[in-house]
Structure formats: structure tokens, C-alpha cells
């Protein structure tokens, strides 16, 4: 029998040159060395995720990844970054990475809450190696992902963030994520964050570019969430280059009644990757994830989610919003799967996507994998120009078409918008959509109406 080799493409042999020479300066030992050396084993067997793999059948990694950037170095920090720095206004306490290279001396480390600590992943791996390299674990639904390996063997720093049982915070904690862009480079790094028992806090994540090259980023924040804890999550990817290519992981363990709500918000963000694995690990916990997506232009924008019920009595709920105009491209791909001993399960997943023209796209491809026989789960998807009669009625009462059409899209969102708990983070993604609505083509911001 003839064996079958499969060629590497240019970026695939990059990889492989890039991590041999580096692989000894990436922070970690023992147990970690050995989950890099693995991770990137795997990979070189899979290569980039290409569309014959079905989770990457609308995002082909393989096509938009044809040079692999040199990995990003600690940048001299350029002036944008301190301007953007200066004009983030999200209440909290934040922490800062830039190029994906922890900045203490831009975060809040001093006199932190009782029950919080901080520190880089860099600093996390060299005190306590064996302890993060299992926090690296990524759950069984996502370990033949490609990307994610790569993000196990090349991430080089981060944030790890530690709560402690019972901790309730009145602010948020936020992950400031800025790209220097000053030239082309790729930025791999991953969070952590451990929330204790009973803990109730709100994570906000930013991700933004400020300079002129484009970057490849491949990040993932991994949540280990203990029984009874509440946690709100917020992600915001914008202000990226339309060349900029970027994958956004999110894990999450969940503990038995928890309460997790996630809402992701992609505006300008260039092509982009979000994919989600949630893994329900004790009885009687509800998750929620939630999102907009704002795409114009050639952007593209790729949900993949899968919500995995190992418990029984679990609550999922899935609802994204997406809104498309000139050559823009959006997919959900949502996966909920319950297992056979997980009964009393109850799922919900929507997604509803707006197109504004014609040359727009949108792929929906929800998915139910129900192994129980006592679950009530439900999936619904539609794609939709925007409506008609709520336009004539709106231009019947005087309005002009422009200001008719930004209230009509910035209500079809503002269903997942008015979920973010947090108030001042909430006023922040409205803000983004009104920015997003008032650049469309002679279109007013809804404030103004």
C-alpha cells in the first residue's frame, strides 16, 4: 500500500522552523515542555485547519495564513498605545498586555481586592509550572482543534488571574489586549482565569489594534469557574486591520450551579475566528452566550461554539446578531451536545444575521448531538433583509431613509446589547454600535435622531 504524505504548505514549514528555533525560550518546564512538544506534535500531523475539516468548513485557515509572521518580541511601547491606553474608560481594575507580552507597569497590580491576585503567564509557568501546564488542558471536544495547538505550544505570555471562594466585586476585572502593530508579527498568548466557589465578578476582555501592520493572532482565555460562582463575561474585538487574520478561543469548565453569561461583540474586526467550548462539568448550572457582529466591507466573522452537557440538569442558551453589508461574511456554527447520562437538560440556540445588500453572506449551520432521552432542546436560524413595514412606517412618521434604517438595526442588536449586566460596559458596546451605524453611507448615529 503506497503511503500518503501530505505537503506542507509554505506556513506549515515556518511553524515548524519557527518553533524549533524557540521552543527553549518559551517559559515552562517539565510538564509544560512536554505539553508544547505534544501540541505542536499534533498540529504538524493536522497542519493549518483547512474547509475538508467540517468545524472549519467556512474558515479556511490554511488559504488566508500563507506566511507565518515571525512571533511578536516585547515591543518598545509606541505612543499610540499610550493614547489608546489613556482614553480606555472601563471602570475596574485592568491588565494590560501589548503584543501579547504582559505590561505590569500598565496594570493595576497595586492593592488589589482581597481575594484577587494577578501575575503574567510568563511569571505563573516559572512558580508554578506542573499547576498551569494542567490549567492548559483544553476540553475533549476541542483537542484535535489545530489552532488551539498551535496557541498550547507557541503562547509565550498572558494573564493569569486568581479569585478566591466567596469574592464579590462591584467593578469589573478587565483584560486590555492591545496590538502595537508597528510591523508584521504574530501574537500567541493565552489567560487564565480561576474563579473560586461562590464567587461573583464580571471579566471584560478588549482586544484592539492601534498601529498600521497587519498581525496574526491567536489567543485564548480559559475560564475555570467553581460550584455556585456568577460570572459575566464581556469580549470586544474591534479596531483591527482588514488584513489582520485572528482566532479568539474561549474554554470554560463549569462547576455545579453556576451562573455563567458571555456576550462577544466583533466590530471592524478584519477576519476573524470565535469559537467557544464550554464544558458543563455539575449538576444545575446555567450558561449563556451571546454576540453581534457588525461586518463590512471583506470582513468575515466565524461563530463556532459547542456547549458540551456532561451533567444533567444543565441550562444553555445561544443568541447572535449579525448584520452584513457589502462583501462582508458572516457563519455560526453552534454545537450543542448533551450526553447520555446528562437528563433534565433544557438548550436553546438562535442565530438571526441581516444582510444589506446583496453581495452579503451568511452560513447557519446549528447542530443538536442529544444522547438523553429527557432533555428539551431547540435550535432556530434565520437570514433576512431588513423588514420593510418597519421601515415605511418609521419614513410614514417623517424620518428619512438613513435615520429609519440605524433605529431598525440598532434595535435588531440591541436585544443582545441590553443583556451586558454591567452598566458602564454596556453604554461602552453601545457606543461601538452607534460608531458602526453612523459610518454606514450617509446613515446618522441613532443618537442624533
Same mark, same amino acid.
Given at each position: 500500500?503506497?503511503?500518503?504524505?501530505?505537503?506542507?504548505?509554505?506556513?506549515?514549514?515556518?511553524?515548524?522552523?519557527?518553533?524549533?528555533?524557540?521552543?527553549?525560550?518559551?517559559?515552562?518546564?517539565?510538564?509544560?515542555?512536554?505539553?508544547?512538544?505534544?501540541?505542536?506534535?499534533?498540529?504538524?500531523?493536522?497542519?493549518?485547519?483547512?474547509?475538508?475539516?467540517?468545524?472549519?468548513?467556512?474558515?479556511?485557515?490554511?488559504?488566508?495564513?500563507?506566511?507565518?509572521?515571525?512571533?511578536?518580541?516585547?515591543?518598545?511601547?509606541?505612543?499610540?498605545?499610550?493614547?489608546?491606553?489613556?482614553?480606555?474608560?472601563?471602570?475596574?481594575?485592568?491588565?494590560?498586555?501589548?503584543?501579547?507580552?504582559?505590561?505590569? =507597569?500598565?496594570?493595576?497590580?497595586?492593592?488589589?481586592?482581597?481575594?484577587?491576585?494577578?501575575?503574567?503567564?510568563?511569571?505563573?509557568?516559572?512558580?508554578?509550572?506542573?499547576?498551569?501546564?494542567?490549567?492548559?488542558?483544553?476540553?475533549?471536544?476541542?483537542?484535535?482543534?489545530?489552532?488551539?495547538?498551535?496557541? *498550547?505550544?507557541?503562547?509565550?505570555?498572558?494573564?493569569?488571574?486568581?479569585?478566591?471562594?466567596?469574592?464579590?466585586?462591584?467593578?469589573?476585572?478587565?483584560?486590555?489586549?492591545?496590538?502595537?502593530?508597528?510591523?508584521?508579527? *504574530?501574537?500567541?498568548?493565552?489567560?487564565?482565569?480561576?474563579?473560586?466557589?461562590?464567587?461573583?465578578?464580571?471579566?471584560?476582555?478588549?482586544?484592539?489594534?492601534?498601529?498600521?501592520?497587519?498581525?496574526?493572532?491567536?489567543?485564548?482565555?480559559?475560564?475555570?469557574?467553581?460550584?455556585?460562582?456568577?460570572?459575566?463575561?464581556?469580549?470586544?474585538?474591534?479596531?483591527?486591520?482588514?488584513?489582520?487574520?485572528?482566532?479568539? *478561543?474561549?474554554?470554560?469548565?463549569?462547576?455545579?450551579?453556576?451562573?455563567?453569561?458571555?456576550?462577544?461583540?466583533?466590530?471592524?474586526?478584519?477576519?476573524?475566528?470565535?469559537?467557544?467550548?464550554?464544558?458543563?462539568?455539575?449538576?444545575?448550572?446555567?450558561?449563556?452566550?451571546?454576540?453581534?457582529?457588525?461586518?463590512?466591507?471583506?470582513?468575515?466573522?466565524?461563530?463556532?461554539?459547542?456547549?458540551?452537557? =456532561?451533567? =444533567?440538569?444543565?441550562?444553555?442558551?445561544?443568541?447572535?446578531?449579525?448584520?452584513?453589508?457589502?462583501?462582508?461574511?458572516?457563519?455560526?456554527?453552534?454545537?450543542?451536545?448533551? !450526553?447520555?447520562?446528562?437528563?433534565?437538560?433544557?438548550?436553546?440556540?438562535?442565530?438571526?444575521?441581516?444582510?444589506?445588500?446583496?453581495?452579503?453572506?451568511?452560513?447557519?449551520?446549528?447542530?443538536?448531538?442529544?444522547?438523553?432521552?429527557?432533555?428539551?432542546?431547540?435550535?432556530?436560524?434565520?437570514?433576512?433583509?431588513?423588514?420593510?413595514?418597519?421601515?415605511?412606517?418609521?419614513?410614514?412618521?417623517?424620518?428619512?431613509?438613513?435615520?429609519?434604517?440605524?433605529?431598525?438595526?440598532?434595535?435588531?442588536?440591541?436585544?443582545?446589547?441590553?443583556?451586558?449586566?454591567?452598566?458602564?460596559?454596556?453604554?461602552?458596546?453601545?457606543?461601538?454600535?452607534?460608531?458602526?451605524?453612523?459610518? !454606514?453611507?450617509?446613515?446618522?448615529?441613532?443618537?442624533?435622531?
Amino acid at each position: 500500500m503506497a503511503l500518503i504524505t501530505p505537503l506542507k504548505t509554505a506556513a506549515e514549514q515556518q511553524l515548524a522552523e519557527q518553533f524549533a528555533n524557540i521552543k527553549a525560550e518559551l517559559p515552562g518546564a517539565g510538564a509544560m515542555r512536554k505539553l508544547r512538544e505534544d501540541a505542536f506534535a499534533g498540529f504538524e500531523t493536522k497542519g493549518l485547519p483547512h474547509r475538508r475539516l467540517e468545524s472549519w468548513r467556512y474558515t479556511d485557515l490554511r488559504n488566508l495564513v500563507r506566511e507565518a509572521m515571525p512571533l511578536a518580541r516585547r515591543p518598545a511601547r509606541p505612543q499610540a498605545i499610550t493614547d489608546r491606553l489613556a482614553l480606555q474608560t472601563i471602570a475596574g481594575r485592568r491588565f494590560v498586555t501589548i503584543d501579547g507580552i504582559f505590561s505590569a =507597569a500598565d496594570s493595576d497590580l497595586q492593592g488589589l481586592p482581597t481575594g484577587i491576585t494577578a501575575r503574567s503567564l510568563a511569571e505563573a509557568l516559572t512558580e508554578a509550572p506542573d499547576e498551569i501546564a494542567a490549567a492548559f488542558a483544553v476540553p475533549e471536544v476541542a483537542r484535535d482543534d489545530g489552532a488551539l495547538m498551535l496557541n *498550547s505550544a507557541f503562547a509565550q505570555d498572558g494573564v493569569v488571574i486568581e479569585i478566591a471562594d466567596g469574592t464579590e466585586l462591584d467593578q469589573p476585572l478587565v483584560l486590555l489586549a492591545l496590538g502595537s502593530g508597528e510591523s508584521e508579527a *504574530s501574537i500567541v498568548s493565552r489567560s487564565l482565569v480561576k474563579i473560586g466557589a461562590g464567587a461573583k465578578v464580571t471579566i471584560v476582555e478588549l482586544h484592539e489594534n492601534v498601529g498600521p501592520a497587519p498581525v496574526q493572532i491567536n489567543h485564548a482565555t480559559a475560564f475555570v469557574i467553581g460550584d455556585g460562582a456568577e460570572v459575566e463575561h464581556v469580549r470586544m474585538v474591534t479596531r483591527q486591520r482588514a488584513e489582520t487574520v485572528q482566532v479568539q *478561543s474561549l474554554l470554560a469548565e463549569l462547576g455545579a450551579h453556576v451562573s455563567f453569561d458571555s456576550v462577544a461583540v466583533a466590530v471592524n474586526c478584519g477576519v476573524l475566528r470565535q469559537q467557544s467550548f464550554l464544558r458543563y462539568g455539575g449538576e444545575h448550572t446555567r450558561a449563556a452566550l451571546r454576540g453581534i457582529n457588525l461586518l463590512r466591507k471583506q470582513e468575515h466573522s466565524d461563530v463556532t461554539l459547542v456547549m458540551d452537557h =456532561a451533567a =444533567a440538569h444543565g441550562e444553555s442558551r445561544e443568541l447572535f446578531k449579525t448584520i452584513i453589508e457589502g462583501e462582508g461574511t458572516g457563519v455560526f456554527q453552534g454545537k450543542v451536545i448533551v !450526553r447520555q447520562h446528562s437528563q433534565k437538560v433544557d438548550g436553546s440556540m438562535k442565530s438571526h444575521a441581516l444582510l444589506l445588500n446583496d453581495g452579503a453572506t451568511m452560513f447557519n449551520k446549528p447542530e443538536l448531538e442529544i444522547f438523553a432521552d429527557d432533555v428539551v432542546c431547540g435550535h432556530g436560524a434565520t437570514v433576512a433583509q431588513m423588514d420593510s413595514d418597519q421601515l415605511f412606517y418609521l419614513m410614514a412618521r417623517g424620518l428619512p431613509r438613513p435615520q429609519a434604517e440605524a433605529l431598525v438595526l440598532a434595535a435588531f442588536v440591541g436585544e443582545v446589547s441590553d443583556m451586558v449586566g454591567d452598566e458602564g460596559v454596556r453604554e461602552i458596546v453601545g457606543r461601538e454600535i452607534d460608531c458602526w451605524l453612523g459610518q !454606514r453611507d450617509g446613515a446618522p448615529k441613532p443618537g442624533a435622531v
